[in-house]
């Protein structure tokens, strides 16, 4: 999943170069490669379902407040843009962040999931400010699907007996304000984005098959970046 993401960003750094497309500061596309830093919240929402075993065992450790908490992340992000006119645009990104789950209240410094692979694919509608200078700030809303891959369980839930944790693909939906500062008239500029998601998956833990603990999270990251952006 590294690779594949280092491709994508070589890609766009491949296309920033390449000197057929002419760059323009009110060009129809933009690229923009950016580091982005993933944070989200991760705490549960609702535990939907425990086995009677599973909660005696907690009963028995003392743990009575179950709650989560996921790590930060940052990323290399690529986005890609196309301007219907020159106030209104749509923006898809392609990444993929890896997060960890810890416990929290009575189950803090606990691991209870690990190695979550996150692909968010978003899709944002934008409305840019014409301020009659190369700053440019803009706001945007749309919809988010995140994709979780090869979600394991953590040290903690495997001493309470989990062998396999599944967290769920969840919809949700993305808030966006950011600014795009040109550099001159060649097309390149900087840009500084940030998006409010919210989005609650599900997480699953089996034992020999069973599922024993079923909890909705919050995850509700914010996700800040800032790079470089090429407009043609």
Known sequence: ????????????????????????????????????????????????????????????????????????????????????????????????????????????GTRLVDHVLILPATVTAKYHLDTGSPIKPYVGAGPALFFVFDEKPGATAQALGVDKVKMSNSFGVALQGGVDIALGESGYGISLDAKKYFIKPTASFYADGAKVLETKHNLDPWVVSAGLSYRF
Not at 52 to 69: H, S
Not at 84 to 92: A, R
């Open 1 to 108: 999943m590294r690779k594949i993401t280092l491709f994508a960003v070589l890609a766009a750094a491949t296309a920033i170069s390449t000197p057929a497309l002419a760059g323009s500061p009110e060009g129809k596309f933009q690229v923009k490669v950016l580091a982005t830093g993933v944070l989200p919240d991760g705490g549960i929402d609702k535990v939907k379902s425990i086995s009677t075993g599973l909660g005696e065992q907690l009963a028995d450790m003392g743990i009575a407040d179950v709650d989560a908490k996921a790590n930060d992340n940052v990323v290399p992000t690529l986005a890609i843009e196309y301007f219907f006119t020159k106030n209104v645009s749509v923006e898809t990104i392609c990444c993929f962040t890896q997060h960890h789950v810890n416990g929290a209240a009575d189950l803090a």
